[in-house]
């Protein structure tokens, strides 16, 4: 089987683990997952689980996403991340000029030469 990510890239998946346990912070749940190796995420928790839970309270400004689970109210903290994305927008030369200054450090004059013990295997 194949999926379709974000990207809009195909990603084969080799099978599926039926009725797999998962337990986020004390909760268990009982879903089914289907492998696929995508880049450095540990689990990637798809709208098909995600309609499984019932009505979701999601609140952006504060990241957290709560819901009912066996009775009791479930709300789960995000964790913010070290700074915030932003966007640009650039047509034709604009944009070169906006990579050159985004990542200056990357295109800057070296200053002075490398380390005596500096080698490139």
Known sequence: ???MVAN???ISCPGIYSAT???VDDEIFT??????LLASYDMVLGTQWLGSLGSILWDFDALTLSFW???HKVCWQGVASPSSPSLQVCFGNDLLTALLNEFAAVFAEPVG???QDHNIP
């Not at 879903?31 to 696929?36: E, R, S, Y």
């Open 1 to 3: 089987m194949k999926v």
């Open 8 to 10: 809009g890239e195909r």
């Open 21 to 23: 346990h998962l337990s």
């Open 31 to 36: 879903t089914d997952f289907f492998p696929l």
């Open 69 to 71: 689970c066996h009775y």
């Open 113 to 115: 030469m490398p380390p």
